[in-house]
């Protein structure tokens, strides 16, 4: 079975952090991972992109995903959301 997700209100440093938006009607992403004290940022995706590019990463670095989502946008087919 697959981890569930973690739902934050703000980016995690020691996490990839999946933020959702809704523009326009559509879902969309950015990835924010830690650089020291700083974040770096995939800026605004496809919400599809911004997926792909979290899971990549946390699997590459044994991290784990957390998501903001402040307009709860996620959707139930992507996985179990807690929090």
């Known amino acids: 079975m697959a981890k569930p997700f973690r739902r934050v209100t703000a980016p995690v440093a020691s996490a990839v952090t999946l933020c959702l938006?809704?523009?326009?009607?559509?879902?969309?992403?950015?990835?924010?991972?830690?650089?020291?004290?700083?974040?770096?940022?995939?800026?605004?995706?496809?919400?599809?992109?911004?997926?792909?590019i979290a899971v990549h990463v946390a699997n590459e670095g044994g991290l784990e995903i957390v998501v903001i989502d402040p307009r709860s946008v996620w959707k139930p087919s992507w996985g179990e959301l807690q929090g």
């Not at 700083?38 to 911004?50: K, M, N, R, Y």
């Open 21 to 52: 938006d809704q523009r326009g009607g559509d879902v969309v992403g950015e990835v924010k991972l830690a650089d020291g004290a700083l974040f770096s940022s995939t800026g605004t995706l496809p919400v599809g992109e911004a997926f792909g």
